[in-house]
């Protein structure tokens, strides 16, 4: 049995005013993903249990089978793995945004411009993260041995603490950050982490405006009219977590098909193997069509491939209503349809698309609730709907809560 899963990231959607009433999934031309639906079963599904914040690090984990109550230990240990870096039983990640904060017109508040400062490169960010590592030996000198900045790509980086046996930890278990993208456009005066070790993070954050002011690499932005590096955001703080092989949990292994390095991370520590593809960028001007060649290509050695692609995710948080139907469209057109007719000439396969949570246009951030999910191939009897999107999947009546028993469902052959 061949198996492929595609995570339209964020695109679950409500619907908009800009797209005649109708939500991006229906606005959008998507005859594969209907295609699907005709031969198979479209419903809902919801990966982001209450307690939990709804981001794709919680939503992904389910989508992958796993159940986040379980196993989420928090964002940047995830992302630490996808870098190779192993976290010790005294060990703490912290994601690092490069963000551009401006002061409003009044001077008394400050607004979250800009969650990627401009999609900076990772060059540009590499050195200014070395800047900010410097900043932090000089003006607290007795964390730097502990604390080290650590690049990844373009403006998503991490802020790692090494613990010592015995010690403890700055870093408490309510610690609580709230992530930039959900920020966009607002006030950050209410935002700052809260808990043990709050304080230390929102020193450094504070600092980071002064290690970084003068860069070069700032001025050259500047210059080029584009957005500098005001400040270093941290949030998704946790320790190591622990997941169980995904080959002890479903019999089966994946491979996974991301920019993105918290789905690099998911796919590591679930023991899937990871395909880098030229020209993914997760971002609206990656190369869809390169990722649907890739998942066929693996498909002719794998039994499971997972294509994630953040774009429509990216669009939400724009706000950008027209970019997110492109988005979609080009996710079935270059992705989906490929697939389903390579499918088409393998005698037993499924294929599942859903999105990991609903990325509203309107408020431009990540949101729990329901998603619709489409599953056809071999085994599974179709239901009589002619499309996919959030309104034809509530009227299925199909609802497989909660969302990591998607997977079980989606592997289950008899």
Known sequence: MKYVIVIPDGAA???????????????????????????????????????????????????????????????APLEAAAQGITLGPDDWAVRCNLVTIRSVESGSDSVMEDFTAGHITTEEGTELLAAAQQGLAADFPDLADAWQFKPG??????????????????????????????????????????????????????????????????????????????????????????????????????????????????????GWKRLEVAGATGYLDTDYAAKGRAAIAELATANLVCVHVEAPDEASHQGDAVEKVKAIEEIDAKIVKPIAEYLAGVAEHRILVCPDHPTFITTKTHSRGPVPFVMAGSGITPLGQKTYDEIAAAASGVSILPGWKLMGEFLRTK
């Open 153 to 270: 790509v373009s403006y998503r980086n991490l802020l790692m603490y090494r613990g010592k046996s015995g010690t403890v930890p700055p870093l408490g278990s309510d610690l609580r950050a709230t992530p930039p993208h959900d920020l966009m456009d607002k006030s950050v005066a209410d935002s700052f982490p809260r808990g043990t070790g709050s304080r230390v993070l929102t020193e450094i954050m504070a600092k980071s405006a002064i290690w970084l002011a003068g860069h070069p690499v700032n001025k050259a932005r500047i210059a080029a009219g584009k957005r500098p590096v005001t400040h270093v955001w941290l949030w998704g703080v946790g320790r190591a977590p622990a997941m169980e092989p995904f080959t002890k949990k479903y019999g089966t292994n994946g491979t996974m098909i991301t920019a993105v390095d918290l789905l690099r991370g998911l796919a590591s520590l679930a």
């Open 13 to 75: 959607d409500a619907p908009q005013a800009s797209l005649g009433g109708k939500t991006p999934f229906q606005a959008a031309r998507t005859p594969a993903m209907d295609a699907l639906a005709a031969r198979g079963q479209v419903g809902l599904t919801n990966h982001v249990p209450d307690s939990l914040p709804p981001g794709s690090e919680v939503a992904c984990m389910s989508l992958m089978g796993y159940d986040p109550l379980a196993y989420f230990t928090g964002r």
